[in-house]
């Protein structure tokens, strides 16, 4: 596994180009509190994003570090993923420095001690409305027994405009018991309501500006939080 990111690092970089230009993303959130698919992860915090893409694939490097509280989980994600017609496949590999590696070591894989988290995904984009569908493969995701619990989440979206700014509606939920995110069996985890606008700051120059509220019935929690990127 830990070799599957480097080989596809390097079909991007010299089969790509081949066919298709090789884009580069740079770039950086800050939130007020990081909320992910309902669930609440820590205060404020950073996230810088780091990605290639080329001929429908996208390699991307993310992730995500406490600004108020330093002792917040760290996490560093790296994503694989390809993009045809509306459909969309792949793999994250998630690494969170808490966990059952004590020192958070990166590079540590085996099951019972590691820190990784392995998900699978696919999506489809109808326009109007998408959906997509995560499941967790291998990594540090266990039942009582030791077994792989193989932790899932489904989400279905919907973007509009209004008022000038461009909203989606969100419906997240885990289809049966997870360690993962907490459940017992099916939960309703994530109702959300997103918008987006640029925020402006001279005549020349303005920055994406976020706000959403979120609804978790399943931990009976609500969230409003921003977001502003760079």
């Known amino acids: 596994m830990k070799k599957f990111f480097s080989i596809a690092l390097t079909l991007i970089a010299t089969v790509c180009p081949l066919h298709a230009e090789i884009e580069t993303t740079v770039g950086a ?30 390699l991307t490097f993310w992730g995500s570090t ?20 509306g459909l969309s496949v792949g793999v994250t590999d998630y690494w969170f420095n808490a966990g059952p590696e004590p020192y958070g070591r990166y590079f540590k894989y085996a099951k019972e001690s590691t820190n ?27 039942k009582a027994d030791g077994g792989s619990a193989f932790s899932s989440y489904c989400e279905l979206a919907a973007p509009f405009s209004l008022g000038g700014a461009d909203w989606t509606a969100a419906l997240g939920f885990v289809p049966f018991e997870s360690p993962f995110y907490g459940t017992d069996g099916f939960a309703v985890t994530n109702i959300s309501l997103t918008a987006s606008k640029e925020l402006e700051i001279t005549e020349s120059f303005s920055l994406p500006l976020s706000a959403g509220l979120t609804v978790n019935p399943c931990s009976e929690m609500s969230y409003l939080t921003v977001g502003i990127s760079f």
Not at 33 to 58: K, N
Not at 120 to 140: C, K, P, V
């Open 29 to 58: 959130d800050i939130v007020s509190r990081y909320i992910w698919r309902g669930c609440d992860l820590g205060e404020a915090a950073i996230q810088p994003t780091l990605g290639v893409s080329a001929a429908g694939f996208d």
């Open 66 to 85: 406490g600004i108020v509280n330093w002792t917040d989980t760290k996490e560093f994600d790296i994503t694989l993923s390809y993009s045809v017609a």
């Open 116 to 142: 990784h988290v392995f998900e699978a995904f696919a999506g489809y984009d109808l326009g109007f409305a998408s959906i997509s569908w995560y499941t967790n493969f291998a990594g540090n995701d266990l």
